[in-house]
């Protein structure tokens, strides 16, 4: 297949974006594909076929002239996307993943892995996500605004649209949460607890991962950067507590209308009670993301997956066609 893997743009989540799009272009290289990177505000010149696209990029990876940062997505990426037989999106943040690039796609009746526009825009907001998913078996922590009494504390502020744990922080005192914009964040109910993820591929949910942080919280430093965090995959946990963890994610992927894959984040109390912390519409495919290594421990290598989100991809488009037609 010919394929164009969209990466980075405007989002604070670019370099994650980047490592992601990197391991996907080399693995379906790997298995036969001929595949082409484009930064989502690259200006390139605009080329009519895919083949000489492809050789031309093949000479100069960097064969970008300029980036637009008028756009979110520049006019010649969008043109480019059109002579690909689907476009692999490694975005992560901002127009990548909060629904808006997925939208254009579908109007522009281009071909793209993951998730629909609706479903994605919905994960985004983690305000609206939690309310749509909260159930008699996956809870949600209580939302505060910043005049909490000190009762309350500590509390959790995270973005309120922005993902790989950025901008995750734990507020022990009460005037650090005066110059708090709530348009922006949201002040979280800190639940103590053992912190776990769960991939859905499909209808398949992969084995919970959990991750162990030494001190503190799963921040982005700690995530991408540091070397402080251990990530056990199979979970070392009862066998009730894994199908509950698995079914979970699965609850909250259906919620959310996702088609294609996801990866579901929880915590879980000293009860053994499940609370949703946030759903991944594209999850990361870098050398320290998880859901490749959840998949790895039932044996489907990072090629493997990568050519199966495609073929999900692929699938789930073809039946909202044939849903549309009846």
Same mark, same amino acid.
């Given at each position: 297949?010919?394929?164009?893997?969209?990466?980075?743009?405007?989002?604070?989540?670019?370099?994650?974006?980047?490592?992601?799009?990197?391991?996907?272009?080399?693995?379906?290289?790997?298995?036969?594909?001929?595949?082409?990177?484009?930064?989502?505000?690259?200006?390139?010149?605009?080329?009519?076929?895919?083949?000489?696209?492809?050789?031309?990029?093949?000479?100069?990876?960097?064969?970008?002239?300029?980036?637009?940062?008028? =756009? /979110?997505? &520049?006019?010649?990426? @969008?043109?480019?996307?059109? *002579?690909?037989? #689907?476009?692999?999106?490694?975005?992560? +943040?901002?127009?990548?993943?909060?629904?808006?690039?997925?939208?254009?796609?579908?109007?522009?009746?281009?071909?793209?892995?993951?998730?629909?526009?609706?479903?994605?825009?919905?994960?985004?907001?983690?305000?609206?996500?939690?309310?749509?998913?909260?159930?008699?078996?996956?809870?949600?922590?209580?939302?505060?605004?910043?005049?909490?009494?000190?009762?309350?504390?500590?509390?959790?502020?995270?973005?309120?649209?922005?993902?790989?744990?950025?901008?995750?922080?734990?507020?022990?005192?009460?005037?650090?949460?005066?110059?708090?914009?709530?348009?922006?964040?949201?002040?979280?109910?800190?639940?103590?607890? =053992? /912190?776990? &993820?769960?991939?859905? @591929?499909?209808?398949?949910? *992969?084995?919970? #991962?959990?991750?162990?942080?030494?001190? +503190?919280?799963?921040?982005?430093?700690?995530?991408?950067?540091?070397?402080?965090?251990?990530?056990?995959?199979?979970?070392?946990?009862?066998?009730?507590?894994?199908?509950?963890?698995?079914?979970?994610?699965?609850?909250?992927?259906?919620?959310?209308?996702?088609?294609?894959?996801?990866?579901?984040?929880?915590?879980?109390?000293?009860?053994?009670?499940?609370?949703?912390?946030?759903?991944?519409?594209?999850?990361?495919?870098?050398?320290?993301?998880?859901?490749?290594?959840?998949?790895?421990?039932?044996?489907?290598?990072?090629?493997?997956?990568?050519?199966?989100?495609?073929?999900?991809?692929?699938?789930? =488009?073809?039946?909202?066609?044939?849903?549309?037609?009846?």
């Amino acid at each position: 297949m010919n394929i164009i893997i969209l990466y980075g743009g405007k989002s604070p989540e670019r370099e994650v974006s980047q490592q992601s799009a990197k391991l996907i272009e080399d693995s379906l290289e790997k298995i036969g594909h001929k595949v082409i990177s484009l930064e989502l505000i690259g200006t390139y010149k605009i080329n009519n076929n895919f083949d000489n696209l492809y050789n031309d990029y093949k000479r100069n990876p960097n064969f970008l002239s300029d980036k637009d940062y008028t =756009r /979110e997505i &520049s006019k010649e990426v @969008l043109k480019l996307c059109k *002579l690909a037989d #689907i476009v692999f999106l490694a975005t992560h +943040g901002g127009i990548g993943e909060d629904g808006r690039l997925q939208a254009l796609l579908e109007v522009e009746k281009i071909l793209f892995t993951g998730n629909g526009f609706f479903s994605t825009a919905i994960s985004m907001n983690k305000s609206v996500s939690k309310k749509i998913v909260v159930s008699n078996t996956v809870k949600v922590a209580k939302e505060y605004d910043k005049e909490i009494g000190g009762d309350n504390l500590p509390v959790i502020i995270k973005p309120n649209d922005s993902g790989s744990s950025i901008g995750v922080k734990l507020i022990l005192e009460p005037l650090e949460l005066q110059e708090i914009d709530q348009k922006e964040f949201l002040i979280e109910e800190f639940i103590r607890g =053992r /912190e776990f &993820s769960v991939g859905i @591929l499909g209808d398949l949910a *992969l084995p919970p #991962i959990e991750i162990i942080v030494g001190e +503190g919280i799963y921040d982005f430093q700690k995530k991408y950067v540091s070397n402080v965090v251990q990530e056990i995959c199979p979970a070392n946990i009862s066998e009730k507590l894994c199908n509950k963890l698995m079914s979970s994610a699965i609850e909250v992927h259906k919620k959310l209308g996702f088609e294609v894959y996801s990866r579901i984040d929880f915590i879980v109390d000293d009860y053994d009670e499940i609370y949703f912390i946030e759903a991944n519409s594209i999850p990361g495919m870098t050398p320290t993301s998880l859901l490749p290594k959840e998949a790895a421990t039932i044996g489907i290598n990072f090629l493997s997956l990568c050519d199966k989100i495609i073929k999900l991809s692929i699938e789930a =488009r073809r039946n909202k066609e044939n849903n549309n037609d009846n």
